[in-house]
C-alpha cells in the first residue's frame, strides 16, 4: 500500500511539474533569479553598409539600452558567405542565447530546420515568412514588410524631382531604379511601389531599372547608375541594393544629380560628406522599430511565436525621410500631398501593387510598361 501511495504521490508532482515548466512566461523560462538578464543574440551580416544590416544593429542596439535591466545583448557579423550563415545559428542555438534574431530570406530554410531542433529557444526573423504548416516552429516569430508602401512613396518623390526646376534636372521626365538582386520579390516590392507611386504623380513617366546581381558590388552598382544618368536621361535613382547602394550614391553626387536611398536615413550616415546633398530622402525600411517593438513584445508575453505578421505604415515600420536636405529640394505644396497619401495609406485609400502577390512574368510587364 505504501509503495502505490508512493508511486502515485511521484507521478502527481512529475504531472505537476509538466504543467507549470510549459506554463512559464518568457521572463520565468530564464530561471527565476530576478537578476538574471536575457540574453538577446543579433546574427546580422555586412555591417557598414550605411543600409539594411545597420538598421537592424541599430534597433538592438537601441533595445540593450531601452531595456537595459532586463535584457544582455549581443551582436554577431556573420560571414558575408551566406552558406555559413547556417553554421552561426547553430552556434547561437547551442550557446546561451534566450531569444536569437536574424534576417532574411537566406536564414529562412535554415530555421525550418533547426528551431524544431532547439524548442527552449525563441526565435525572430526578420523580412521572410517560414512555413509554419510544414515545419511547425512554434518557437518562431516571422515579420515582412509592406515594402510596397515605402517605393509608392519614394515613386511620388522622384516623380516630383525629375519635373521640378532643381539643379541638374533635364526635361525628359525618366526616372531610375537599382536594385540588388533580381527575381526577389524583397526587392521587387520597392519596384512596383515606386512605378505606381510615380504614376500618381506623373501618369506617364518612364523608368530605368537595373540590377547589379549582388548586395556586395558598389563598383557595378556605381557603373550601372553612370549608365542611367548619362545614357538614358535619368535624373533620380531609387537605390535598393544594400551595400551595393553606396556606389550609386557616389554616381549621383560626382556628376550632379539625385538618389533616394533605402531602409535607413541615409543622408544621415553621409553626415558632412558631400554625397549628403545627393540624398533627396530615403524609403524606409524599419528594421530598427520592428526589432525594438518585438523585443518589447518579448518582454511582456505578448510577441506572436508561431505566427507571421506583415509591417507596415500603420505600424511604423516604413515611411519616407522628411529632413532639410529633402525640404530643400521639395516644395511646400508637394510635402503636403506625400502627407496626404500617407494618410490614405493608413485608412487603407491607397491599394498598390505587391509583388509577393504577382509572379516575376507580372513584374517584367509592369517594368515593360514604364519602358
Known amino acids: 500500500m505504501k509503495k502505490r501511495l508512493l508511486i502515485l504521490t511521484l507521478v502527481i508532482v512529475i504531472t505537476l511539474s509538466f504543467v507549470v515548466g510549459c506554463g512559464k512566461s518568457n521572463n520565468e523560462a530564464v530561471g527565476n533569479n530576478p537578476d538574471k538578464k536575457i540574453k538577446v ?39 558575408p558567405d551566406r552558406t555559413k550563415w547556417k553554421d552561426a545559428l547553430i552556434e547561437a542555438s547551442e550557446g546561451d542565447s534566450d531569444l536569437i534574431i536574424t534576417g532574411t530570406w537566406d536564414q529562412e530554410e535554415n530555421l525550418e530546420e533547426l528551431a ?37 512613396l519614394a515613386g511620388m518623390v522622384a516623380a516630383y524631382m525629375t519635373t521640378s526646376k532643381n539643379n541638374g534636372i533635364n526635361e525628359a521626365k525618366t526616372i531610375g531604379f537599382v536594385g540588388g538582386m533580381d527575381n526577389t520579390p524583397i526587392i521587387n516590392d520597392f519596384l512596383v511601389g ?34 542611367q544618368f548619362n545614357s538614358m536621361n535619368v ?50 525600411k524599419r528594421v530598427d522599430n520592428s526589432i525594438i517593438n518585438s523585443i518589447n513584445k518579448y518582454l511582456n508575453d505578448t510577441l506572436a511565436f508561431g505566427k507571421y505578421e506583415v509591417l507596415g505604415i500603420n505600424e511604423e515600420a516604413i515611411g519616407i525621410v522628411k529632413n532639410d536636405i529633402f525640404k530643400s529640394y521639395v516644395d ?16 487603407g485609400q491607397i491599394n498598390i501593387t505587391s509583388a509577393f502577390d504577382i509572379d516575376q512574368e507580372q513584374v ?6 514604364v519602358q
Open 332 to 347: 511646400a505644396d508637394f510635402i503636403s500631398k506625400i502627407e496626404e497619401s500617407e494618410k490614405q495609406l493608413m485608412d
Open 235 to 284: 535624373d533620380i535613382i531609387f537605390s535598393v541594393a544594400g551595400a551595393s547602394g553606396t556606389g550609386t550614391i557616389e554616381a549621383a553626387s560626382e556628376i550632379g544629380k539625385y538618389v533616394i536611398g533605402v531602409d535607413s536615413d541615409q543622408s544621415a550616415l553621409y553626415e558632412g560628406r558631400k554625397e549628403q546633398s545627393a540624398i533627396v530622402t530615403s524609403a524606409l
Open 194 to 227: 515606386y512605378i505606381e507611386g510615380a504614376q500618381s504623380v506623373v501618369p506617364d513617366i518612364k523608368v530605368a531599372v537595373s540590377y547589379v546581381g549582388s548586395f556586395t558590388d558598389p563598383a557595378k552598382a556605381k557603373e550601372l547608375a553612370l549608365a
Open 41 to 79: 543574440t543579433l546574427l546580422g551580416a555586412q555591417f557598414g553598409d550605411k543600409s539594411y544590416w545597420d538598421s537592424s544593429k541599430t534597433g538592438i542596439e537601441i533595445a540593450g539600452e531601452k531595456f537595459k535591466d532586463k535584457i544582455e545583448i549581443n551582436v554577431v557579423d556573420m560571414s
Open 116 to 152: 524544431p531542433i532547439y524548442p527552449d529557444k525563441k526565435y525572430i526573423l526578420f523580412d521572410s515568412p517560414v512555413d509554419y504548416a510544414k515545419y511547425g516552429c512554434e518557437n518562431v516569430y516571422s515579420m515582412g514588410y509592406k515594402a510596397n508602401e515605402s517605393g509608392y
Open 364 to 369: 517584367k510587364k509592369m517594368v515593360d510598361s
